[in-house]
């Protein structure tokens, strides 16, 4: 995916309070979160969920927090860098 930053993490009970699933959140670009249930794209500054295969991702208000969700300064705020980071 050129010229495409995101982040992506998979909470599997160790996310604190936050619900179990997939949270993404994008830098640059656009990606496309796809499940049993449909798709949905995410652009620049976009934070989703998806809690499971059967259910439809959705756009999340503001940035999770959960681990991986930043940058260097793990997961507060530092969008910095690029690719594919999970926890």
Do not use: H, Q
Not at 43 to 67: E, W
């Amino acid at each position: 995916i050129r010229g495409t930053d995101y982040r992506a993490s998979m909470c599997k009970s160790n996310c604190g309070r936050s619900p179990n699933g997939l949270y993404l959140g994008v830098i640059s670009g656009i990606i496309n979160a796809k499940t049993d249930a449909g798709n949905l794209d995410f652009g620049a500054g976009a934070f989703g969920f998806v809690s499971s295969k059967t259910d439809v991702p959705i756009i999340l208000p503001a940035k999770p927090p959960v681990p991986g969700m930043g940058g260097k300064d793990n997961g507060k705020g530092d969008t910095s860098g690029s690719g594919c980071y999970t926890s």
